[in-house]
């Protein structure tokens, strides 16, 4: 594949049509450094294919003996993707699977996951966002927009080159193209087309001579192009637009034009997560945990760093301590709201560390953060100095859960049951709701009801009277889960409490269920 690269007053270069290694054109010495290159357009997409990709989402790809990923269609297995050695066999996508195996009884068959793929295309994508923040998956292909990073890595040239040898480390026999419009761009790149055109004008030139087939995928479309003769897109854009529309559909039209970038194609980009992950190395190795703290706020420092870049909040923290076994302790740092202040994590990181102790001596230093929120917007008034009381609870929270461990300070909330032993639950710190119809209940509900003995008529507790109060409360409930109730409450009191009794209505005894 040849490539020429002309000055910004002649016409932009075009490749000739090829696959491999880009044969890129020398330019005099001579030449002043802005004719180097031709003038690079607002948008230039680069498309990436992975022919291999089912096989290399298994970890299969790199394999010597005869494998094949297959997927069932009906009652049959069809071949999706061979690996070389089984397409040296004859073996081919499309065929049965037991056609293959007639072909070559020693192939591996494997069956396809779909999810496997998508994770493989979602790294692959994280990656592709050291050379542009705008990556897009396209079915089974990548699609960068380039046109902002060619200066920032020295031209078209040098960046194709980066990217080619990064996707060629990273997977089997991938194909690189570069192109004016996405469309293009991820149609060359599938039919193995390793271009590199940048003007608009070379596009048609360039696509002529692939399959017309690309553009249709239903079979149907597919036989009225054998029916008219027409083999490739070349055919295709010689037809006119309004007879090309009537017999084989507008959308096809649609495709041809956003091939050609006379219709918009705008794209997606996905928004990688912005993991944070940082580790300070002891040449020396430490014994005594306390020494970690100056090495800690520099970590600190460096989220607060990627923090405020990012314009998001930490919603969870941990550290990591490696010893010189390789054994590494997990230490979170509990957080009931996102935070983004250096001095406030680290008092509660120093509350996650008293609890831990060692003999080790440790070699790694690792701070990590996967979590985030977004930053609020927000306006503030000069009594914003102020701690609010809300702000004093949630630190108190965090202060004791990092003290003594989340599990040891939890919250209480309401659950939609009327039995009172069922209606609450454990939830975590800070959470709250509303009490049901209005009804108060005890904040000291006992686990067991304890019974209330009748003398005389009254109603007893120890030795003092229970009086109760007219007004009660009914609840008849549970027949669904085997552990029916049927009684009524009252508010009653003493001299020293006010108390919660029932009646059950089954037994006709009285118990006490709760305090106020």
Sequence with gaps: MAQAYQSSKSRSALIAPGRGKPDLAKVPPTAPPDTLLPAVPDHLWLAVSFPFLPLDALGQAKRKQPMAVYTQQGQVHKVVTPNPAATKSGIQAG???????????????IPRDISAESDRLQRLALLAGNWTPAVSIVEDSLLLDIAGSTRLFGGIKQLLEQIRLW??????????????TP????????????????????????IRELPARTLITDSKRQRALNRFGINTLGDLLRLPRDGLARRLGP????????????????????????????????????????????????????????????????????????????????????????????VGLMKLSRLALEKFKTKDVITHLVLKAS????????????????????????????????????????????????????????????????????????????????????SQGQLVLGDQQLLLQRQRERICSGWWDSQPVRRDYYHARTAALQAWVFRDLDSGNWCLHGIF
């Design 95 to 109: 065929m049965t699977l037991t056609a293959a195996q007639a072909l070559n009884p020693a192939l591996h068959a």
């Design 167 to 180: 996707i060629a480390s990273e997977t089997l026999a991938p194909c690189v193209s570069v192109m004016p």
């Design 183 to 206: 469309a293009s761009a991820v149609l060359c790149a599938r039919t193995g087309k390793a271009l590199c055109i940048t003007a608009r004008e070379h596009i048609r030139s360039a």
């Design 251 to 342: 959308d096809l039209v649609q495709r041809l034009d956003k091939l050609l970038g006379q219709q918009p194609d705008p794209q997606n980009a996905i928004t990688p997560l912005p993991v944070f992950r940082q580790r300070i190395v002891f040449d020396a190795g430490i014994a005594n945990t306390e020494q970690l703290a100056p090495f800690m706020k520099t970590l600190l420092g460096k989220l607060q760093a990627h923090l405020t870049r990012h314009h998001i909040l930490a919603e969870q923290l941990e550290w990591h301590l490696v010893n010189e076994s390789d054994l590494s302790h997990r230490i979170p740092v509990y957080l009931t709201q996102p935070h983004r202040d250096t």
């Design 371 to 454: 979590r985030f929120a977004p930053l609020p917007s927000s306006s503030e008034d000069i009594f914003s100095i102020l701690p609010k009381a809300a702000d004093r609870g949630r630190s108190l929270v965090e202060r004791l859960q990092n003290r003594l461990g989340r599990c040891a300070v939890q919250g209480l909330r309401i659950q939609p049951d009327h039995r009172p032993e069922k209606a609450w639950d454990r939830c975590d710190a800070g959470e709250t709701g509303a009490l049901p119809y209005g009804a108060q209940r005890p904040l000291w509900l006992l686990e067991t009801p304890r019974s209330v003995r009748v």
